[in-house]
């Protein structure tokens, strides 16, 4: 069984910065590519960044660009997700995905969220 487990999340004053950190439990890490999502009060679960298996290639949506990164380390078997410059409007829960490389369903499993406050 696949189990992504995030960790990392809480609140922060905008400005801050946070980062956020998810594993696979009883997988070969760099079999995954990986993404994170987010689901912000009262709209739907969207896609902020994705990595592929081997780190060769990331995508970062527009609204967060500049301010967010993605990475891997596949030898500690974790994805990172480091925020900076956080806006109220940041303010969500964010999910760790992951799908198996070459893998046609994206994502194919998702973490249990994490809760992601910034106040102004």
């Known amino acids: 069984q696949v189990q992504l487990v995030e960790s990392g999340g809480g609140s922060v004053q905008a400005g801050g910065s946070l980062r956020l950190s998810c594993t696979i439990s009883?997988?070969?890490?760099?079999?995954?590519?990986m993404g994170w999502f987010h689901r912000a009060p009262g709209k739907e679960r969207e896609l902020i960044a994705r990595i592929s298996w081997n780190g060769g290639s990331t995508y970062v949506a527009d609204a967060v660009k500049g301010r967010f990164t993605i990475s891997r380390d596949n030898a500690k078997n974790a994805v990172y997700l480091q925020m900076n410059s956080l806006k109220p409007e940041d303010t969500a829960v964010y999910y760790c995905a992951g799908a198996e490389r070459y893998s046609s369903t994206w994502p194919q499993y998702w973490g249990q969220g994490t809760q992601v406050t910034v106040s102004s």
């Open positions: 009883g997988r070969t890490f760099s079999n995954y590519d």
